[in-house]
């Protein structure tokens, strides 16, 4: 079946540090990938997507590759700030219906 | 515009107790989810909507959960009786349509605590 595989949190940085976050996929057919970053108490945002192989999602400075030779998803940032504490959930839109599975999400914890 | 609306934030009730949720999707989306999200896990699909009718229920337990969506706009979740194990943030998601490419924006969710 579908499934999604998130390397394990917490990740704690300093300021400025680079970020990468694995993510790799199992499915049939050709999903979409997504990133979606949520903050404490709140709910998630979408943070970037990528919808076919070798297409490149970026947004504030994050951004990932769909791998589909190496079934991948990282999320990778160059420098990364106190304000990108959150827990980021890596997610595989079915191409039957639309629903998203996650995998089970990466703490970010950033120091000043 | 205005972002996905789900009431209330919090709820703490004790086992065998029944709570329900609330969720007004993002004006126009036609395609609504509720997803359970369990401490420390991602969230998990418990049942999709399309207008007014159900597309997936298939992890639902329907024993104790239902769900409707009855003019095709807002939805709620009902949990009778809850057990212990459905401690969890439920998040009701919305979408322009049921398909994989499309983003889906997600509500604050509700935490519940069961006692």
């Known amino acids: 079946g579908n499934s999604v595989t998130q390397m394990e949190g917490p990740v704690t940085l300093s300021e400025e540090a680079f970020l990468t976050i694995n993510c790799t996929y199992t499915?049939?057919?050709?999903?979409?990938l997504f990133w979606y970053v949520q903050y404490p108490g709140e709910g998630l945002q979408l943070l970037l997507k990528a919808t076919k192989a070798d297409d490149k999602g970026s947004n504030k400075g994050f951004e990932a590759t769909y791998r589909k030779e190496t079934t991948s998803f990282h999320l990778e940032k160059g420098s990364v700030q106190v304000s990108d504490s959150a827990v980021y959930f890596c997610?595989?839109?079915?191409?039957?219906?639309?629903?998203?599975?996650f995998g089970q999400g990466t703490e970010l914890s950033v120091k000043p | 515009e205005a972002g996905v609306a789900q009431s209330p934030r919090y709820k703490i009730i004790e086992k065998r107790q029944s709570v329900a949720f609330w969720c007004n999707p993002i004006?126009?989306?036609?395609?609504l989810y509720w997803y359970q999200q369990i401490l420390g896990q991602g969230p998990k699909l418990l049942i999709q909507?399309?207008?007014?009718?159900?597309?997936?229920d298939s992890q639902l337990p329907k024993d104790r959960f239902s769900a409707e969506r009855l003019k095709g706009v807002d939805s709620t979740l009902k949990i009778q009786p809850a057990k212990l194990e459905d401690s969890a943030v439920y998040l009701c998601a919305s979408s322009l349509e049921a398909a994989g490419s499309q983003p889906q924006h997600f509500g604050d969710g509700t935490r519940l605590s069961i006692l």
């Open positions: 997610a595989l839109g079915h191409n039957q219906g639309g629903k998203l599975i």
């Open positions: 499915a049939t057919g050709y999903p979409s």
């Open positions: 004006s126009g989306h036609a395609t």
């Open positions: 909507f399309q207008n007014n009718g159900v597309v997936d």
